[in-house]
């Protein structure tokens, strides 16, 4: 019931193709980084147990899959995501410029109840790439959106590195729980169909 | 571009979920094992079973949305769909035909005709969620759901039960359907007799299936006593039935509530293809499997909690987890042909973009380009849909309620049986204190078609007062129970339907008459076997592995 939907916290993760989506999760979830590049193929979502306040969650973390490329992701996608992850590539100001669009993207697909309120975190990722050399957009720049979107939470990653990762998620946990499920009238008696075990039963009284 | 104005125009209907781009991107790579054009349910099944054997796959889409012939889309925008602008002429077959390739132009059919709507649209408009394919469902224990399992996609959807079960309209009133033993023994509208008649009946149909099962299932020898002797099995089931002792009503029952027969058993017309009673028994072993299969789920039917476009996007999600490639607002403008016009060598997009392939797939709202013999429609059928806005449950206290209406039961003309699928706010598919009714009925004369959707909405519901004051204003104290549920707004229309075809280019099965998937489903697991004959379909293991926890399944 309502506990079962509080245990559960679906997070999304959103932004332009190669600005680090999976291996932010990988590294969160596996303490894993490949160099490799390929759109993202073979996650669905990764999970990982949470602690807080002595309450354990279940984060169950969401990847794109791919459909972001083309702006391909259907509004299923959305559905019932308790926060949304806004990334961008620091070396890469196109992705930061295109914060805003996942951002009105993600507010009139998923409508969530109060816009206004939803919970976002924004991570400018790889900041590890050339010593910072490369970097194009500015850690004031990042923060100045951010505040003009409702103080949204900041975070500079380094995905490879494992810089900053476990202390963006514990704040995407941390907003997710806090942000109250709608009117969630429908949510109990869900039918679940992937937990079927017992197929086959009876259909009628033996009389 | 031409185009670029029919997306816009689509996008209409996506309510601007999207940004609408300028200019169509450029796909890389550009060459794939499979395309496909068009998001129904059929192209997503076959673009999650090709991506689940390792073929590459390019899934585009001109609409802003998923679902094609399949989806479900906000009440403000369905008579756009229904009435789509007619797509401007191209001509890029003219513009370019290159040296080894013939270009041919691909062009839409009309699926939709004779659309009526009446009454005001009820505000807000965007929280009612149509479905194209209504009025439809999933049984528990069907290949759908099995589907979904195997894909790994029954992660991406939720259902509810059509916890009200069924109601079959008869002699001017609606009776509960017993539809299993307990039902029976629960019922207080059926005499003792009939009771007893349907329970050795329920008794005779059970003890065949599970015989059947069991000499299937292993050493081949079951319980051959208790089985239904072949030639019964061949039989009419109407004949059957009658050779049972069932009366007209129990007859009814079986026939269009439970073994959902559409057309008239009863009839004096001989050549009309009558169900036979292994046909019957088969949907019944269905129904009666489907009921007690998910420990929650109440009766033998489930439905995707806000519509059921939730399925494609389900499965294309899948898709695109095995890697295929999804591009939304990219229409297909033609297709290219080896200079002898023999075979189809790939598709032309709306970007002026050439992409190979082995095999291109379209939805069935596109005219095949057949080269010498033009498609005639000979092929095709029409079912009449509806779709209403009430005020209240047609069945007090239940949310999500299907109802029958056996041929001839609203007027003698009545051919075929009227179903309607009442679905209410828990579903996410209106707002609270609305329901949403969806109603057809198979036809090959479209205004008999029509009348009997009519009669039917008649029957059920009441028109608004014409004061515009919404018939709300009981003065009475009269019991409410027995005040109908107000009409608000109707839409009705005709839909062709065609099935698919194989061959270098498959076109996928439309939406067809029936309550269920399980001819859409039959149908593209056989294109797909024409295609990959070597290849299983969606493979058990074609779900995506998770790290180590089941979460999902946390209750």
């Known amino acids: 019931m309502a506990t079962r939907r509080r245990m559960l916290l679906k997070v999304i993760i959103l932004g332009d193709s190669g600005v680090g989506k999976t291996s932010l999760m990988n590294q969160y979830v596996n303490n894993r980084f490949s160099n490799q590049y390929k759109a993202t193929i073979g996650a669905d979502f990764l999970t990982k147990e949470v602690q807080i306040d002595d309450r354990l969650f279940t984060l169950q973390i969401w990847d794109t899959a791919g459909q972001e490329r083309f702006q391909s992701l259907g509004v299923a996608f959305y559905r019932g995501a308790d926060c949304c992850v806004l990334v961008y590539d620091v070396n890469v100001s196109k992705s930061f410029e295109k914060l805003n669009n996942w951002r009105e993207e993600f507010l009139i697909q998923a409508s969530p109840s109060d816009p206004e309120n939803f919970p976002f975190v924004v991570l400018g990722n790889k900041i590890d790439v050339d010593g910072g050399n490369s970097r194009t957009v500015s850690e004031k720049k990042a923060k100045a959106w951010c505040a003009s979107k409702g103080n949204i939470p900041y975070f500079e990653t380094s995905a490879k590195e494992g810089f900053n990762v476990e202390a963006a998620f514990e704040c995407i946990a941390r907003n997710a729980v806090k942000n109250e499920p709608e009117e969630d009238m429908y949510l109990p008696d869900t039918i679940d169909v992937g937990g079927a075990g017992r197929q086959q039963r009876s259909s009628g009284c033996e009389c | 571009m031409a185009e670029a104005a029919a997306d816009s125009s689509n996008s209409a209907v996506d309510g601007g979920g999207s940004n609408v781009q300028n200019d169509y991107p450029t796909i890389d790579p550009t060459s794939f094992d499979v395309v496909l054009c068009g998001t129904g349910l059929p192209e997503s099944v076959l673009a999650a079973a090709c991506a689940a054997v390792g073929k590459t796959v390019l899934h585009v889409d001109p609409s802003p949305f998923y679902g094609s012939l399949y989806s479900s889309i906000p009440l403000s925008s369905l008579t756009s769909f229904l009435s789509p602008e007619a797509s401007p002429p191209t001509s890029s077959a003219a513009a370019a035909a290159s040296d080894s390739r013939t270009v041919v132009d691909l062009h839409r059919r009309s699926v939709y005709s004779d659309v009526e709507t009446s009454g005001t649209v009820p505000e807000p408009a965007r929280r009612f969620t149509v479905d194209m394919v209504g009025p439809r469902v999933l049984y528990c224990a069907d290949e759908a759901v099995d589907l979904l399992l195997r894909s790994g996609g029954s992660h991406h959807v939720e259902f509810k039960s059509v916890e009200g079960g069924s109601l079959l309209y008869w002699e001017g009133c609606l009776y509960p359907v017993p539809d299993s033993r307990q039902a029976i023994f629960k019922d207080t509208t059926l005499k003792l007799k009939e009771k007893n008649i349907l329970f050795r009946f329920f008794k005779l149909v059970q003890a065949h299936i599970a015989a059947a099962s069991a000499s299937s299932d292993e050493t081949g020898q079951g319980d051959a006593s208790t089985k239904i002797p072949e030639e019964d099995l061949d039989l009419p089931f109407v004949e059957f039935l009658k050779k049972q002792g069932l009366p007209p009503k129990m007859r009814a029952v079986v026939l269009y509530a439970i073994a959902m027969v559409d057309y008239d058993q009863d009839g004096a017309d001989p050549c009309d293809k009558l169900t036979t009673t292994r046909e019957g028994i088969q949907t019944i072993a269905l129904y009666s499997s489907s009921i007690g299969r998910f420990a929650n789920a ?258």
């Open chain 2, 298 to 555: 109440e009766g033998a039917f489930i439905y995707p909690m806000y519509g059921h476009a939730e399925l494609p996007q389900a499965f294309c999600r899948c898709a695109a987890v095995k890697g295929a490639l999804y591009v939304l607002r990219m229409p297909v403008v033609a297709l290219l042909m080896d200079e002898e016009k023999k075979h189809f060598l790939g598709a032309r997009l709306a970007s002026g973009q050439d992409i190979l392939c082995q095999q291109l797939i379209i939805d069935a709202s596109y005219k095949i380009p057949t080269l010498d013999v033009p498609f005639d429609g000979s092929d095709s059928w029409k079912v009449v849909r509806g779709v209403c806005i009430i005020s209240k449950s047609v069945k007090q206290g239940s949310s999500n309620v299907l109802v029958i209406f056996p041929p001839k039961s609203l007027e003698e003309q009545q051919v075929a049986a009227v179903r309607l699928l009442q679905l209410s706010s828990n579903l996410a598919v209106c707002p609270p204190g609305m329901f949403i009714s969806y109603l057809s009925t198979p036809c090959t004369d479209v205004s008999a078609g029509k009348q009997s959707i009519k009669k039917a909405i008649d029957t059920l519901f009441s028109p608004q007062a014409s004061d515009g004051s919404e018939g709300h204003f009981e003065t009475t104290n009269e019991s409410t129970e027995d005040v109908k549920p107000t009409l608000i707004w109707s839409c009705l229309y005709v839909q062709e339907i065609t099935q698919g075809t194989s061959g270098s280019l498959l076109s996928c099965p439309m939406p067809d008459e029936y309550l269920d998937y399980r001819n859409v489903l039959g149908s593209t697991k056989k294109l797909f076997a024409s295609i990959y004959p070597d290849e299983e379909f969606l493979p058990k293991k074609s779900a995506p592995v998770y790290a180590d926890d089941a979460s999902d399944s946390a209750e």
